[in-house]
């Protein structure tokens, strides 16, 4: 017997009218490009983004189209997100920090017909223009006054586009089912895949996200998402936001900009903000460096990496701000894990404290986990045993865009994440690495992730990574790369010695490197791969040892 209930659709459009009805007068305040101090309200924000939607009609963009952005966190990257999903399209956030080659092949895979870009990306698609195949416009996210110039053909200026359209627009009703987002994987190894989220999965991960145990936000937040909306829809801080009618701060490109990060969470009051480990280093550097303070920020989210002890340690003890650890990938929309204590845990001290704050935390209500051997056997949740970490639920992907259908997922419908981890008795789940930066020493695992943990909390380190470079004896061992901190000394034994007591001894790496910087993706992670290429054929000392 089926219930009685109203079929309602889950629609991105009804966080929209749900946000535009109950909080009017909430605040979007965004560092655009052409305005550093912009600010205007939930209604203003859905008024353009009907006009938006009209304009879209115009273009001739219909229902499962692809439509391209290129740009930062700001209002008008905010309007597309649901002018575009809302009307049936489908809002395709492209990384503009990807290689020109990468651009090419995921714009092209994607089918994007228009492209909307900020003013500082169309260098950027001047230079790829004549190869891709799709685009039949670039629209520049400006007005007619900061238009660049530029030799592209099909270029439109975004607030003369909108400018003519009636803020009048019926939001389509449709399967929920219907394709809404998508975001192409950073591929580290072969060509990106596109990961195409529905609006149902989207609808539900908003309401997931925004329970108490994980982003924990209501009407009196005010939120800074720092992760760009080019990658996993911002975590889904975009659609959260509305939902609890929480005020949204955007930071434009300025993400990595200790000094604007600081002056908007003071003069915002912001209370909650997401962002990866490199985001929080720079805006406490910045802090240390000019003596200011972030009184109104409670909590952070990090995810994307593992956290850094030090990061946690400073927010609390020189800024009274609690770090959450978070875990998520493109593939799950992105959220899986989220580090909120139960009870129980209330009198955990010192660094057995620090050791359960810092794991990725327990597994979301709607994404399922579970850790398995080589041959597909479950694993004991003990906090001991490690394995492969695989996920199941409503907003993880069942195919990549494009793929021969049924080749994503394993034969029981589980999804391997390419992560390696425990799971403890409490069920926080710690990462030990990723499957393919494990280090593999004389048919051991070592684990890179704790050993570039133990150099970061080195007071000289401003940042590290270990990668396995080739060993005739034990197949791969421990490569350190250290990036000091600025005019400080380092030496090899110095950093060497750190490990000993910390780490099992034949864990500890067998060279250091010394870099001026360390490559980073576009979402500031360390690129590990670039650093195996360079390092390939990396030379260890006494390698008879
Ligand atoms: P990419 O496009 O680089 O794969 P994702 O955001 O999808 O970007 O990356 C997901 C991966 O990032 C995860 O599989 C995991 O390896 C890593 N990651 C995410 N959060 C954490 C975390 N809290 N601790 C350790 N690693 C993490």
């Known amino acids: 017997m089926l219930g009685l209930m109203m079929d309602t659709p889950l629609l991105i459009s009804s966080l929209m009218i749900h946000a535009e009805k109950n909080f009017p007068e909430q605040e979007i305040v ?14 203003d924000a859905f008024k353009r983004t009907r006009q938006l939607a009209n304009a ?26 649901y002018a575009i999903s809302c009307s049936g399209a489908i809002c395709h956030t492209v990384n503009p920090r990807l290689f020109p080659e990468q651009l090419i092949y995921i ?23 004549d190869q891709l195949e799709s685009i039949e416009h670039v629209i520049v996210l400006t007005s007619e006054n900061h238009m660049p110039a530029s030799s592209l053909p099909n270029l439109l200026c975004y607030e003369t586009l909108i400018a003519g359209e009636s803020n009048e627009y019926e939001w389509p009703e449709f399967d929920e089912k219907t394709a809404s ?25 908003a309401y997931a996200a925004a329970l108490p145990d994980v982003f924990g936000i209501s009407a009196s937040d005010c939120i800074l998402p720092i992760v760009p909306m080019f990658h996993v829809n911002a975590w889904g801080t975009i659609y959260a936001g509305p939902l609890c009618g929480s005020k949204i701060i955007l930071p434009g490109s300025k993400m990595g900009d200790g000094e604007t990060l600081q002056r908007l969470i003071e003069s915002e009051q912001v209370t909650v903000s997401q962002g990866v ?73 010192g660094d057995e404290l620090l050791e359960a704050q810092l794991k990725a935390g327990r597994g ?74 494990v280090i593999k020493s004389g ?13 970061i909390n080195h007071p000289k380190v401003a940042e590290a990574a270990v990668i396995g470079v080739n060993h005739p004896k034990w197949t791969e061992r421990p490569l350190l790369l250290v990036q000091a901190k600025e005019g ?49 054929d990396y030379q260890l000392p006494d390698i008879d040892a």
Not at 108 to 129: G, Q, S, T, W
Not at 192 to 201: A, E, I, M, N, T
Not at 443 to 455: C, F, P, R, V, Y
Request: with cysteine; charged share 25%.
């Open 107 to 129: 714009i092209n895979h994607a089918e994007d017909r228009v492209i909307f870009c900020d003013p500082m990306f169309v260098p950027l698609l001047e230079n790829i223009h």
């Open 181 to 205: 987002a998508m975001c192409y994987t950073s591929g580290t190894t072969g060509n990106p895949k596109g990961v195409l989220y529905d609006h149902r999965s989207t609808i539900l991960h």
């Open 277 to 349: 480990p490199t985001v929080w280093l720079a805006l406490l550097a910045y802090l240390e460096e000019s003596g200011k303070q972030i009184p109104s920020l409670k909590r952070v989210i990090t995810g994307g990496a593992a956290c850094p002890a030090v990061i946690a340690q400073e927010m609390q003890e020189k800024h009274d701000v609690y770090v959450h650890v978070a875990w998520g990938m493109t593939e799950m929309s992105p959220l899986g894990t989220f580090n909120q204590f139960k009870p129980g845990m209330e009198d955990l001290e």
């Open 56 to 81: 879209l009609q115009s273009l001739g963009i219909q229902q499962g189209d692809r439509v391209g952005t290129l740009a930062w966190n700001d209002y008008r990257h905010f309007e597309l997100y």
């Open 488 to 536: 400080e000394e380092l030496s090899k034994d110095e950093i060497l010695q750190w490990y000993e007591g910390k780490v099992a001894k034949w864990w500890i790496p067998d060279d250091v490197v010394f870099v001026d910087s360390l490559p980073h993706t576009a979402t500031g992670k360390i690129q590990k791969f670039e650093l195996r290429k360079i390092y390939k």
């Open 30 to 43: 965004s560092v655009a490009a052409d305005n550093p101090d912009h600010r205007y309200t939930f209604q």
């Open 443 to 455: 048919g051991e695992w070592i684990s890179s992730i704790d050993l570039e943990n133990t150099a």
């Open 364 to 437: 979301v209500y709607g994404v399922e986990m579970k850790i398995t051997d080589d041959d597909n056997n479950e694993l004991p949740w003990d906090g001991v045993a490690f394995g492969s970490l695989k996920v199941r639920g409503p907003w993880v992907l069942s195919d990549y865009f494009k793929a021969e259908p049924g080749t994503t997922l394993e034969e029981d419908g589980w999804f391997e994440t390419g992560d390696v981890a425990t799971i403890d008795e409490r069920g926080f789940m710690a990462i030990t690495d990723r499957t393919k930066d």
